[in-house]
């Protein structure tokens, strides 16, 4: 996440916790910028602040510039293509520009990344664990 921080080269950087106050300070534009690539949130974290931002026009994708689609089938509810958030588009496409460029990998590329990491972390403990 620090490359990706890096990367994005923002003016100003905040750690906040809590689903709804991450769009919290994106609505109350605190923030333009948002990306989650870590399965994690589940459907009631997300739902009404990606209707709200959006209702703002704001962007809210999943790691592949998909809508974020909420299954009811599922099981779990878990969001796991990942959530990037804009304040606009010309914010979302910069934002995944740098990406590409400072990182030679796209957004998709990161979050398939990332969820083999999560892969391999959960197999150690595992392993550790017998």
């Known amino acids: 996440m620090n490359d990706i ?4 080269r923002p003016k100003h950087t905040a750690r906040v916790a ?3 106050n991450k769009f919290v300070y994106l609505m109350d534009k605190k923030a333009d910028f948002y990306l989650n690539l870590v399965p ?3 459907y009631w974290d997300l739902c009404a602040s990606e209707a709200l931002y959006e209702s703002m026009g704001g962007i809210v994708k999943n790691a592949a510039g998909e809508s974020i689609l909420y299954d009811h089938t599922s099981g779990d509810y878990t969001i796991r293509e990942g959530i990037v958030a804009a304040k606009n588009q010309k914010v979302y496409d910069l934002c995944k520009n740098r990406i590409n460029t400072e990182l030679d990998a796209t957004i998709t590329e990161l979050h398939s990344n990332t969820l083999e990491q999560i892969r391999q972390y959960k ?3 595992a392993m550790m664990a017998e």
């Open 18 to 20: 809590g689903a709804g």
């Open 40 to 42: 994690g949130f589940k």
């Open 123 to 125: 197999l150690q403990k």
């Open 5 to 8: 921080l890096k990367a994005l």
